[in-house]
């Protein structure tokens, strides 16, 4: 199954790209932008990478990010996470990244978008993949924050495709940002949200109904609400699910409850993804190792897992036929 999965052609399409920062990146960016890490070293910081919730995890996860302050940071965190896609047959990554984590400190939209855009170019170049570009907002701020950062990202449009919602979920829900999301629309950016990974399901429904999102992030409270299995359902939206991030957050508590397989056998189109992989503990391939094991899934489930990746992607239909191909003649060899 290892070496089945390792090969499966397959597609990312929930991964924070500040969360792919390993601590030994970290240690060594920190070096040369001469920023001290309140951690002696790469072993006392992986120590602290136990969470309870999602707080836990982003307090820690936006500290990292802080020694982040040149385009060529922002190049090399980037690359990193692409280099590890080629090696693992990501054929296609939809990264999010979140400006206001950076601006906030001082740091440039350009500065943000220009060396993730750059490493996007060069990684297609040297290993073939594919990419695209998901801007969050973080909900933990206000909508007038987030129209903010809409504005600055105006000129740089052409490289982003969709808006994402993130950060602390409970207390936050996607009501707050109806009318950012409208404009978001308006200037052409896909929405998308994440919903039901803490919140309830009255989340998601305001996610669908007042965002209007194509995809789900998580999504797992979804299933608190059979009303709404249906509904999501019945307008073929996706959920990108995180195994190991669940674990992680205390989600679920163990993997073996995890509730990706009764998702697809209630029909909704799942896909499998890392999250912040730097956090917790793993990449797209481990993700799905580790849910394999737990669930047992067949190959024919990994199959359509791979499958929803590229048909629930935000590239156009030829170029997900080109890579649905690649899945077809892997999955019947
Ligand atoms: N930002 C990074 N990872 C996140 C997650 N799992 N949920 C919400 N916001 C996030
Ligand atoms: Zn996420």
């Not at 499966?8 to 924070?16: S, V």
């Not at 855009?117 to 206000?142: D, N, Q």
């Not at 789900?216 to 991030?245: F, W, Y």
């Not at 993804?273 to 047992?296: E, K, T």
Request: net charge negative; aromatic share 10%.
């Amino acid at each position: 199954m290892e070496n089945f999965i390792k090969n499966l052609p397959k597609a990312e399409l929930h991964l924070h790209i500040e969360g792919t920062f390993e601590p030994e990146l970290m240690f060594e960016i920190a070096k040369r932008n001469n920023i001290d890490i309140p951690y002696a070293s790469v072993y006392e910081l992986k120590k602290a990478y136990a969470f309870d919730c999602l707080q836990d995890f982003l307090d820690i996860y936006y500290q990292g990010a802080e020694v982040l302050l040149h385009e060529r940071d922002f190049f090399d965190l980037t690359f990193a996470y692409l280099e590890k896609c080629a090696e693992q047959n990501v054929r296609h990554a939809e990264i999010m990244f979140d400006p206001q984590t950076h601006t906030e400190r001082g740091v440039s939209f350009e500065t943000v978008i220009t060396g993730i855009h750059k490493a996007c170019v060069v990684a297609e170049k040297e290993f073939g993949i594919s990419t695209l570009l998901i801007m969050s907002y973080l909900r933990h701020l206000s909508e007038e924050d987030a129209f903010k950062t809409l504005e600055e990202s105006l000129p740089f449009k052409k490289w982003i495709t969709a808006v994402g919602l993130d950060s602390s979920e409970k207390g936050n829900p996607p009501s707050k940002f109806k009318r950012v999301f409208e404009a978001s629309v308006a200037e052409g950016y896909i929405p998308l949200a994440h919903a039901g990974e803490e919140g309830d399901a009255d989340y998601v429904w305001e996610a669908l109904d007042l965002l209007h999102i194509v995809r789900i992030d998580h999504g797992n409270n979804s299933l608190q609400d059979e009303s709404l299995v249906r509904e999501i359902v019945k307008r073929d939206l996706a959920l990108t699910v995180c195994p190991m991030s669940n674990l992680a957050l205390k989600v679920v508590q163990d993997l073996r409850e995890h509730p990706l397989k009764k998702m697809m056998s209630l029909g909704m189109k799942v896909t499998v993804n890392s999250d912040d992989p730097a956090y917790f503990g793993g990449q797209v391939n481990q993700n799905f190792m580790a849910i394999q094991r737990a669930l047992d899934l067949s190959k024919e489930d990994l199959c359509e897992l791979a499958r929803n990746s590229f048909q629930y992607s935000l590239l156009d239909q030829k170029t997900k036929n080109s890579f649905l191909s690649e899945v077809e003649n892997y999955c019947a060899a």
